[in-house]
């Protein structure tokens, strides 16, 4: 695996419902890279902590290899890394493949460990102009991942991801979350 973007956002207020709502969705790749941090990315809009950043959710990893899937059912929107809210778009990522606790090194200085898939909010409606994207992103396994960072460090595109240790859990990151998107969709 290797990081192809490194992303990062400014706080944006969005009208979503009539009201004005504050946001961190729009990532922009980053050509110099960012700074995992424990506690999440440096310089990077986190607006709602009980969802995102902190110990757990530091950083936010996405497949570049699902983003084909997605540009067909969206052609005509402007693609970019980070459409998703991801902080890395990592190319051969596959959640079917990832478990919690597993623990990958990222370039020379940083080391993160996997600790859940990310569940959609109605942002990812308001980035994608649609708000039926978040059932279609329940329905697949395509969830990407949160991580910790074990070890603070500057990455950037091009950087190796090696996993250094593979964690105790047997259930993967798209097990555990098809099993918490069944329930969930069932009230969209």
Known sequence: MKVISCNIAVPVTVLW???NVLTGIFKKPKKEGITLKERG??????????YHGGYDKAVYLYSSDHYPYWRAQYPDLSWKWGMFGENLTIEGMDEIHLYPGDQFAIGEEAIIEITTPREPCYKLGY??????IVKKFMQKPFSGTYARVIREGHVRAEDEVRLIAAGDISQSIAEIYMAKMLKKSERY
């Open 127 to 132: 980035r994608f102009k649609d708000p039926s």
């Open 17 to 19: 419902r009539g009201t």
């Open 41 to 50: 990315v440096f310089k990077d809009a986190v607006i709602d902590r009980r």
